[in-house]
């Protein structure tokens, strides 16, 4: 595995901080198949718990080729991050080029107050080793 550099965004009192990493055992450039995984900090630094409901992602390859993903939390799991605490996770992404993309959206909740945000994910680069140079 090759980590990539991390990436970050911040919306009101919440970063999150993504770091990719290329998976060469997983992928297959013969058979048009790249595979990543990255590594998602979420930060609250607010004073009231946050909860992450759904999330919204699309993944551009480097043809420009895009698909949009939609569905409930991350890695089944909707969780609630306290007040000066984080939550982490790791997924991974598909290609059939061997560079692209991805950004996206969390849908969260402040749970005592029922009030709904948008939380930032960066636009992050999936770069793999046989790809001449980094283009995004």
């Given at each position: ?5 991390a990436f ?56 420009g080729g ?65 790809h001449m140079?980094?283009?995004?």
């Amino acid at each position: 595995m090759t980590s990539l550099p991390a990436f970050t965004a911040h919306t009101g009192d919440v970063t999150v901080n993504v770091r990719p990493f290329w998976v060469d055992e997983h992928s297959d450039p013969e058979e048009h198949r790249y595979v990543w995984l990255y590594h998602v900090l979420i930060e609250n630094r607010g004073k009231e718990s946050i909860q992450l409901l759904s999330r919204s992602w699309t993944i551009t390859d480097d043809r420009g080729g895009r698909e949009d993903v939609h569905g409930e939390g991350v890695v089944g799991e909707q969780p609630v991050i306290a007040p000066d605490s984080s939550y982490q996770y790791t997924s991974g992404a598909e290609l059939k080029t061997p560079s692209g993309f991805m950004e996206g959206l969390y849908h969260m909740v402040t749970p005592a107050s029922g009030h709904r945000f948008d939380v930032t994910v960066p636009v992050f680069s999936l770069d793999s080793p046989h790809h001449m140079g980094m283009t995004h």
